[in-house]
């Protein structure tokens, strides 16, 4: 099995816990665990006997480190050129459905978001409820460095981030701690690690009468104190602010390029973003615009379009082969700069690569 899945019994009801369970992979995603997820939360929606929902990661190092993007380089490999990987659009289709459960269901869902939380972890903790974030969180979108772009949901959530550290984000993969995820709104609450048993407790003695105060006021009760790290992001948020501000990419990139900074945090986010994919800069920023008045189901159809199409470019396979398959570090990216792509290569990532309606209309 892929997740475990644990009954907490009250008095008033159930707190229904599910452990995404592959801690040596640092319970990163595959299709058969989305599929698992998926099919118990379908199950626990019509139980009038579970009151609210509890994810975690099994280990103590991660709540889930991502996708399973090797899965996705085979299949790219195995597909002819200009034909859809069918295995990587079945994953980004699963994927998106079970966030979009996640962000609309109507109980609620306590994510425990301990450990490492990257890419497709943060689209399954980012929808819950009631998003909790320990000394040990570990948050980023990395997906610069594959040539992949932020999503599961991230053209949403982008939107309501401060300044323009939206951006900075998406085009970094910059680290986030327990006050940064907090600053970003991508979480709620912080409670320190030791707390998850007595707060697991205390879930089940609610009266589940108001079920969301209820549960948001226990978890406050626990002594959800001061984020004992300071947030990187509002440290830096002038600075973010001011690299961000360019009109055109290719200025933001020149900013980067003459940032002079002895800030360890800073500086990866400088490495990262002079040698990421030039093509996820654009995807960033694109991303943003177009998602600007979009509706939360929109956000993930047009994913699952720019995420299809991404599969079937050369970029993003070069990337996971450069990190995880040959792990040599050196990716040959499409393009050199962001200012070699034409806006027609651009348009080509939000044109549907499929005959007929979208897979994720039925939302």
């Known amino acids: 099995m892929t997740i475990q899945t644990h009954y907490h019994e009250g008095d008033h009801g159930t707190v229904a816990r599910i452990v995404l369970d592959k ?6 995603l595959s299709t058969e665990m989305i599929v698992a997820v998926q099919a118990v939360l379908d ?3 019509h139980n009038d006997r579970i009151k609210a929902v509890w994810i975690e990661g099994a280990g103590d190092k991660a709540f889930c480190a991502g996708g399973d993007v090797v899965m996705l380089y085979h299949s790219m490999q195995e597909t002819a050129a200009g034909d859809i990987p069918e295995k990587a659009a079945e994953f ?56 992949l772009y932020p999503d599961v949901g991230a053209s949403w959530f982008f939107q309501r981030m401060p300044g323009r550290t939206a951006e ?6 910059a680290r986030m701690n327990a006050a940064d995820a907090l600053f970003t709104k991508l979480a709620d609450h912080y ?39 300071e947030s990187q992001l509002r440290r830096h948020f002038d600075v973010i602010n001011d690299l961000m501000k360019g009109q055109q990419l290719a200025d933001i990139v020149d900013s980067f390029k003459s940032l002079e900074t002895n800030e360890k945090w800073l500086g990866f986010a400088q490495k990262a973003i002079l ?35 991404c ?23 499409s393009a050199q700069n962001v200012t070699d792509i034409s806006a027609a290569q651009v348009e080509e990532f939000f044109t549907p690569p499929w005959q007929g309606e979208n897979p994720l209309t039925n939302l």
Request: charged share 20%.
């Open 43 to 45: 199950e626990w929606k």
């Open 168 to 173: 900075f984000l998406g085009m970094t993969g």
């Open 92 to 147: 980004f289709t699963l994927e998106y459905r079970l966030d979009y459960t996640i962000h609309t269901y109507d109980k609620p869902i306590i994510i425990w978001a301990d450990g490492i939380v990257m890419g497709g972890g943060l689209g399954i903790a980012v929808g819950g409820s009631h998003r909790i974030v320990t000394e040990k969180s570990m948050v980023a979108m990395p997906e610069v460095t594959i040539g």
């Open 275 to 309: 040698s990421g994919c030039p093509m996820t800069l654009v995807l960033v920023q694109q991303q943003i615009q177009r998602a600007k008045h979009m509706s939360l189901k929109e956000v993930f159809q047009m994913e699952l379009m720019v995420s299809t199409r």
């Open 191 to 229: 409670l320190e690690s030791e707390n998850k048993a007595d707060l697991l407790q205390a879930l089940t003695a609610l009266p589940f009468t108001d079920p969301h105060l209820e549960i948001s006021e226990t978890i406050t009760s626990l002594g959800e104190s001061q984020v004992p790290v």
């Open 23 to 28: 801690p040596k992979a640092l319970n990163a």
């Open 311 to 333: 599969a079937m470019h050369d970029d993003l396979a070069e990337g996971i082969r450069a990190l995880l398959i040959d792990k040599d570090g050196q990716p040959q990216w």
